[in-house]
């Protein structure tokens, strides 16, 4: 089971806002920024956000944001390309390791 | 733009040692602000955090793989390595090089994956 849980799937149409959840508790996403990675077709991830910070080449459609202990990725104007698995990831000082998220499945129809 | 390539064996047998070694280009090892680190994997399943290394060689191991598992750092080629004791069928999956955040919070860039597979 992840430290963090993420929607197993999600879907919404070319155009529309969608919203990817992180959730996760005081002891990681509560105290440490949040990275968002894009993996289409199982191939290598792609950080997509990362903290408040859009990588370079990486479309303002995506912005990131977090609340307590839940952190969400956003994307507005949802376009085909933007089909894949989305896993989120930080830091958990109680079990001091890297942690991240099971992934969720967006599917644009 | 910084580049990391993973390279060696694709096939381990049972009880064997996986190595693995990162190349970087585009940014070095030896900067003082990110880590370097090791994400698996496995065929259909999620992103696992193996461990990371600080360029003074300092390092930090997953919990779960900790006793199996060592990272190295050779500023000298801009390269950092993975050693893996003991692999069975489980440590099958695509391992992925990668640098992370200062805080280790979050990965800023990813290798292009290599794939191990675990087999007599």
């Known amino acids: 089971q992840s430290a963090l849980t993420q929607e197993a799937s999600v879907s919404g149409t070319v155009g529309q806002k969608v919203t990817l959840s992180c959730t996760g508790n005081?002891?990681?996403?509560?105290?440490?920024?949040v990275g968002w990675y894009q993996q289409i077709s199982h191939g290598a991830p792609k950080t997509v956000m990362f903290g408040n910070s859009l990588p370079s080449g990486i479309p303002d459609r995506f912005s990131g944001s977090k609340s307590g202990t839940t952190a969400s990725l956003t994307i507005s104007g949802l376009q085909p390309e933007d089909e894949a698995d989305y896993y989120c990831?930080?830091?958990?000082?109680?079990?001091?390791?890297?942690?991240f998220g099971g992934g969720t499945k967006l599917t644009v129809l | 733009q910084v580049q990391l390539q993973e390279s060696g064996p694709g096939l381990v047998k049972p009880s064997e040692t996986l190595s693995l070694t990162c190349t970087v280009s585009?940014?070095?090892?030896?900067?003082?602000?990110?880590?370097w680190s090791w994400i698996r994997q496995p065929p259909g399943k999620g992103l696992e955090w193996i461990g990371y290394?600080?360029?003074?060689?300092?390092?930090n191991y997953n919990p779960s793989l900790k006793s199996r598992v060592t990272i190295s750092v050779d500023t000298s080629k801009n390269q950092f390595s993975l050693k893996l004791s003991s692999v069975t069928a489980a440590d099958t999956a695509v391992y992925y090089c990668?640098?992370?955040?200062?805080?280790?919070?979050?990965?800023?860039?990813w290798g292009q994956g290599t794939l191990v597979t675990v087999s007599s």
């Open positions: 990831s930080t830091w958990d000082y109680s079990l001091s390791a890297v942690v």
């Open positions: 585009g940014g070095s090892v030896s900067s003082g602000s990110y880590y």
């Open positions: 990668a640098r992370v955040g200062p805080y280790g919070d979050y990965v800023d860039y």
């Open positions: 005081s002891n990681n996403i509560g105290s440490y920024a």
């Open positions: 290394i600080y360029y003074s060689g300092s390092t």
